[in-house]
């Protein structure tokens, strides 16, 4: 019980980071949403015995970029289903899917999006981690339990991959 009224009290001060992660990594605000009562669950019913509270955050970051990963599969298989669906019943005019996005006005926004969409996610999650969370090479290197000389590469990696797809939608980055 302890600790998981120690979790509640973390997960409370680390909500607005875990949302800028969910919102960085592509998560519509619905899923978004899905996703961190999730983590939240898990982090009550199954909470972690770290007594460090970095640690307990770090965790929290894990459990939060592994449920964004199933829920993209999980989005991925829907998708599919989704166009073969569309395909059987391509002849009937009253089906009409409405589409899973978020309204976005700002062109570089969402092209910025969909390139991160885009890229592998060892690139992805780092960027993510730096730009839209601001945690540095090292703390990102603890969360997701890699050397930092590793994140370092990947961060490097995905800044020029970035750069390049955002060029090529003729946004100069």
């Not at 619905?30 to 961190?36: F, I, N, S």
């Not at 829907?78 to 569309?86: I, L, M």
Request: aromatic share 6%; glycine share 6%; proline share 3%.
């Amino acid at each position: 019980i302890i600790n998981s009224m120690r979790m509640h009290s973390i997960f409370i001060e680390e909500t607005e980071r875990l949302k800028r992660l969910l919102i960085g990594m592509g998560m519509s605000y619905d899923d978004g949403e899905d996703v961190l009562q999730d983590v939240y669950l898990e982090a009550l019913q199954r909470p972690p015995k770290y007594g460090n509270p970095e640690e307990n955050v770090r965790w929290l970051m894990r459990v939060t970029i592994n449920k964004c990963t199933l829920k993209f599969r999980q989005r991925k298989q829907n998708t599919r289903a989704e166009k073969e669906f569309v395909q059987i019943n391509a002849g009937n005019e009253k089906i009409k899917l409405s589409p899973d996005c978020d309204v976005i006005s700002n062109e570089e926004t969402q092209a910025m999006r969909l390139c991160l969409n885009e890229m592998d996610e060892s690139l992805k999650v780092p960027l993510v981690m730096k730009y839209f969370c601001g945690l540095n090479s090292s703390q990102i290197s603890e969360v997701l339990e890699l050397k930092s000389g590793t994140v370092r590469k990947r961060l490097f990696e995905g800044r020029l991959i970035l750069a390049e797809m955002l060029s090529k939608k003729g946004i100069k980055p």
